[in-house]
Nanobody, 127 residues
Framework: QVQVVESGGGSRQPGGSLKLSCAAS????????LGWFRQTPGKDREFVAA????????EYADSVKGRFFISRDNAKNTAFLQMNSLNPEATALYYC????????????????????WGQGTQVTVSS
């Protein structure tokens, strides 16, 4: 059974930075495409960033491009989301998701494309 666990959430003032981590176990981590999504109360969960299984290709939501950066360390079975220049609109519950993918360079950006989800980690940005 694949388990996905997020960590690193917390509170920051606008302009601050935060780095989230995503650990996946129970499967072959280097075969997983990974993604980050976020959700606020009353809104649909939305795509934030995704990375291919070998880490060579990434995709970002327009709202976070140039501020958020996704990466992974396959040797440590962990992915990361570095969030810089945070604004209050970044306040949300952040989810990490994983899906086995066959080839390199494949990036999944839709929720329905993912098989495994974590429980989420809360990020709050306020002054």
């Amino acid at each position: 059974q694949v388990q996905v666990v997020e960590s690193g959430g917390g509170s920051r003032q606008p302009g601050g930075s935060l780095k989230l981590s995503c650990a996946a176990s129970g499967g072959t981590f280097h075969n997983f495409g990974l993604g980050w999504f976020r959700q606020t109360p009353g809104k649909d969960r939305e795509f934030v960033a995704a990375i291919s299984k070998e880490g060579a290709r990434t995709e970002y939501a327009d709202s976070v491009k140039g501020r958020f950066f996704i990466s992974r360390d396959n040797a440590k079975n962990t992915a990361f989301l570095q969030m810089n220049s945070l604004n209050p609109e970044a306040t949300a519950l952040y989810y990490c998701a994983a899906v086995p993918v066959a080839g390199q360079g494949i990036v999944r950006t839709r929720q329905w494309q993912y098989d495994y989800w974590g429980q989420g980690t809360q990020v709050t940005v306020s002054s």
